[in-house]
């Protein structure tokens, strides 16, 4: 009797997924596999509802198929393929996320502190140090940043405290401190301060990858590089952004075609520095004479410009864990944010 | 009854719950020991008569435990507040501990010295700013790897790269190009060569005539030579209609001036002079030349012709 209820309760849970319709009739006595006891029948159960399924995926897949050959044969249009569901098509709704016409945004721009770096009044000058035990890679690694960040100096820490080093890069008309801080002799985290009184950026770094480690690396060379911020959006974000393009000139050189890239996903903030180039795809007709590139995009619409991508330099990846507003000062500052770990509970939320 | 020495050789050789063997020695972990190693005359459990000190918050006390109270463990300690000022704790320990064996006294006095020491550094370290040493859960750790990883592949940051520089181009209508299309550049190299040979060979003819014929052949010549230093540049040049008056037939090539950007004087100069397809080899040279120099060499030429 009881193996009998068992079946027959398993064989309406499997038809409730099949069929919609016979799916609304059965929703009270609908039972999920889980909820049966004996391992056996549980297992067995399950196989066929997965086997269903996947029965299910091929024909409507074959179905998409035949719709398609079907419209190209007729010449329509075929139906448009489904947009996949990615992580950031689902992100959670987040109230910050700036706005192309957000008046207070552009006010609040010109407000902050990084508003002087980049009408231009000042130029960057960055100092960079070390927490006070220095390992194995992280002067590799600062060697590297020195050549990356234009105008970038390198001071040793001996064991100042931070704050007196701050005062010393004020009096010295530095415009941002960088700490590169060791653990387990590898560089494991980034503390960006802009000065004066600028806001402190924690930062967790992680998979770092030196420039001879990189195959088939370039060199780059002393041209003012550009800077590529993508994927920025909240306002913390955009703050975030900021404070990267403030450690930059702001008159790129164009000639050098070097580009240093900070972009964004999920949260974390990946770091690469390329040296590209633009080249036209040739197509038979367009054997062509000095026209510009961007002539020939107009000129033959199967003709595309292309770049090119050398990468040099190094590359990581950091990810914010606390924004500060001020210099640094643990036991007094102010936050403006920090991560907490209830904070990671949701796989769908992000804050950058 | 209190027996010392039966106390002494039972704990020992048979079992003392403090005590603490390391390479090094036998230590002793009793709280009101005086000296931390396990002796004869160091066990406070084996002499009757006893002085230690000890710290409470900053605060030395003396403790000492006499024969007379060793029937009564609840109040077997005499503490003793000592004063912090160093010289006078020392008094203060001598006045409490007058008759009491040399030993005892010498090691009382011993530690005294040693715990002033590490209250001062204490203060001291407490000044400064110390790193806190934090922890972080393997599992954090782990998560925030996997996340990692799984962002790095769906950021797909080559493609979105490229994408932003081709777009920053259409947008930016750079007036000048800042990157040479390879083909162009090679044949633009190979014509230079030819026209640099067909120059060189110029010169050979006319060095002898110049001996003889003054005025227009040396004007030819120098307009050669100046075209020589100039038709690089020329060639280079953009919208320069006087670029026109140049006679030399090559360079009214079929695909127009491209302006061509070097990477340093140096290496233009260089590049005229040798004219050889040495550059060839890196695919990412700009060619660029100085304004000023080309505007000085053309007016140079305009006014010569």
Known sequence: MAGKRKKSDGEEGGGGEDEPVIKKEKTKKEILPSMIKNKDKRSEIHAKLQHQKKLDKRKRAKARDAAIKRALELGEEP??????????????????????????????????????????????????????????????????????????????????????????ANNKEFTSIIVVHTNRREPDALLVMTLPNGPTAHFKLSNLVLRKD???????????????????????????????????????????????????????????????????????????????????????SQEKIKARLQECGPKFTLKLISLQNGTFDTKGGEYEWVHKPEMDTSRRRFFL | MQNDEVIWQVIRHKHCSFMAKIETGIFCRNPYNVTGICNRSSCPLANSRYATIREHDGVFYLYMKTIERAHMPNKLWERVKLPSNYEKALESIDKHLMYWPKLLVHKTKQRLTKMTQMRIRMRKLALKTREKIMTTPRKEKKREARREEKAEKAALLEKSIEKELVERLHNRNYDEIYNYPFKEYNKLLEMEEMQLAVVEEKEDEEEPEIEYVEAGDD???????????????????????????????????????????????????????????????????????????????????????
């Not at chain 1, 949260?267 to 004479?289: A, N, W």
């Not at chain 2, 100046?226 to 030399?248: K, P």
């Open chain 1, 214 to 300: 990189i195959k088939n690396h370039g060199n780059p060379t002393s041209h003012e590089p550009e800077l590529i911020l993508h994927g920025f959006t909240t306002r913390l974000g955009h703050r975030v952004g900021r404070l990267f393009q403030s450690l930059f000139p702001q008159d790129p050189d164009f000639h050098g075609r070097r580009v240093v890239t900070f972009h964004n996903q999920r949260d974390f903030i990946f770091f690469r520095h390329h040296r590209y180039v633009f080249e036209t795809k040739e197509t038979k007709q367009t054997d062509s004479k000095g026209t510009k590139t961007k002539d020939a995009k107009d000129k033959v």
């Open chain 1, 79 to 168: 139906p448009a393929p489904k947009i996949p569901r990615t992580i950031e098509n689902t992100r959670e709704f987040d109230e910050t996320v700036c706005m192309p016409d957000d008046e207070e945004l552009f006010a609040g721009n010109d407000a902050d502190e990084f508003s002087s770096i980049m009408n231009r009044e000042r130029t960057p000058k960055i100092l960079i140090t070390t927490c006070r035990f220095n390992s194995t890679r992280g002067p590799a690694f600062i060697s590297e940043l020195l050549s990356v960040i234009p105008n970038a100096h390198y001071y040793k820490r001996g064991t100042y405290d931070l704050k007196k080093i701050v005062e010393y």
């Open chain 2, 219 to 305: 004007l030819e010549a120098e307009d050669d030579i100046e075209d020589f230093g100039g038709f690089v540049m020329d060639h280079i040049h953009t919208d320069d209609d006087n670029v026109g008056m140049d006679e030399d037939d090559e360079e009214a090539e079929p695909h127009s001036r491209k302006r061509v950007r070097k990477e340093s004087a140096a290496a233009s100069k260089k590049l005229s002079r040798d004219g050889s397809g040495a550059k060839l080899k890196k695919k990412r040279v700009l060619v660029e030349v100085e304004r000023e120099d080309a505007d000085g060499r053309r007016k140079a030429a305009q006014d010569v012709a």
